[in-house]
């Protein structure tokens, strides 16, 4: 059974940094492509960062550049999110999400997400 469990979420001020963790199990983890998105009330959920499997490449929405940086562990089958200068717009349930390098197509697996929320 694949699990994808969220950690690091709370408040904080606007300013401030956080560092969101996602632990997998139940798959190799190496294989996969891995994503964090993050949905606001009222909003769509959108896709925040994304790292290959190799961790050589990554993605970033362009609201979070500079401010957010992805990472990953394959030894620790965990994907990290460290998050600086937090903004209110930050506020969000964040997710990560794990999607078949070789088989591509849309993401397989999600966590349950972890709140952050950022307060001005």
């Known amino acids: 059974q694949v699990q994808l469990v969220e950690s690091g979420g709370g408040l904080v001020q606007a300013g401030g940094s956080l560092r969101l963790s996602c632990a997998a199990s139940?798959?190799?983890?190496?294989?996969?492509?891995l994503g964090w998105f993050r949905q606001a009330p009222g909003k769509e959920r959108e896709s925040v960062a994304t790292?290959?499997?190799?961790?050589?490449?990554?993605y970033y929405l362009d609201s979070v550049k500079e401010r957010f940086t992805i990472s990953r562990d394959n030894t620790k089958n965990t994907v990290y999110l460290q998050m600086n200068s937090l903004k209110p717009e930050d506020t969000a349930i964040y997710y990560c999400?794990?999607?078949?390098?070789?088989?591509?197509?849309?993401?397989?697996?999600w966590g349950q997400g972890t709140q952050v929320t950022i307060s001005s």
């Open positions: 139940g798959l190799t983890f190496s294989r996969y492509i």
């Open positions: 790292i290959t499997w190799s961790g050589r490449s990554t």
């Open positions: 999400a794990a999607q078949n390098a070789v088989l591509g197509g849309s993401y397989n697996y």
